[in-house]
């Protein structure tokens, strides 16, 4: 797997944080369908996540999809056009954010954080000691860590990403799609210990990426995917649940 510099991770991302990007993200379709994968991961699990920092937070829409489930949100990224939009569309006296890499360099923030959430973001990242280190730096002692990110448990979900990285130019060279187990030992090596892992997004994650257009129709295939995910959930139990786009593990130190 190729590893690509912070360098060409920004130049990367920049490239594709711009108004259109925001556009498209803004979709009435899409929007319902990422709220409804927010609604599933987060909310359900808590309704009061106090201090939350988001890292690799983008333009920040977890901050105004969570809401008002928190007291204070962090969001950090690499990238300074996402970060430009994230503070233009959500940017408060409770919401900042900032620019910083976790992986590769130690952390001088003083924040102390109730909750540290990666969504979406961490398959794009290296594992490094750094990371480790400064995320348990920054959160307090009885800290909460979920971690939401797609994994390689499904045969064909695995070859549509494959022949998606062939074709859409936002995929970078070096995502990693997690072994849920394998990720658990890592945590666990690294001083945090798995209360709760959940499996969900059998239809609805890959059609949240993208704008469903024009509007109307957008609005009807969301709700359309979601009673599908809805029937999914009920019926595909034990071994079948690990057919999903995506999975949550949920932490403490």
């Not at 797997?1 to 108004?19: I, P, R, V």
């Not at 962090?74 to 409770?94: Q, V």
């Not at 959430?117 to 307090?140: D, Q």
């Not at 494959?162 to 690294?190: A, G, H, M, S």
Request: net charge positive; proline share 3%; aromatic share 14%.
């Amino acid at each position: 797997m190729k590893s690509l510099t912070e360098k060409k991770q920004k130049e990367h991302y920049n490239q594709f944080f711009d108004k259109e990007f925001v556009r498209n993200h803004q979709n009435k379709g899409s929007s319902i369908l990422k709220e409804e994968l927010v609604n599933n991961y987060y909310k359900k699990y808590s309704k009061n996540y106090k201090d939350v920092c988001e890292i690799g937070c983008g333009i920040g829409s977890l901050s105004h999809q969570l809401k008002p489930h928190y007291k204070t949100f962090l969001g950090i990224d690499i990238s300074d056009k996402a970060l430009n939009l994230a503070r233009k569309l959500h940017g408060s006296k409770k919401i900042k954010f900032i620019n910083t890499n976790l992986c590769t360099k130690k952390s001088r923030m003083n924040n102390k954080f109730d909750t540290i959430i990666l969504n979406g973001s961490l398959h794009h990242m290296p594992l490094t000691k750094t990371f480790f280190y400064n995320i348990n730096r920054i959160s307090k002692k009885d800290a909460t860590f979920i971690f939401v990110e797609p994994h390689n448990k499904n045969f064909l979900i695995n070859l549509l990403r494959n022949i998606r990285k062939k074709i859409d130019k936002t995929y970078t060279e070096d995502q990693v799609f997690f072994d849920p187990e394998i990720f658990k030992k890592t945590l666990n090596k690294n001083g945090l210990k798995v209360l709760k892992e959940k499996y969900y997004g059998f239809v609805v994650p890959p059609f949240a990426e993208v704008p469903l257009k024009p509007q109307f129709f957008g609005f009807l295939v969301a709700k359309i995917l979601i009673f599908m995910e809805l029937i999914l959930n009920f019926i595909m139990v034990g071994k079948l649940r690990k057919l999903t786009w995506l999975f949550g593990i949920y932490c403490k130190k």
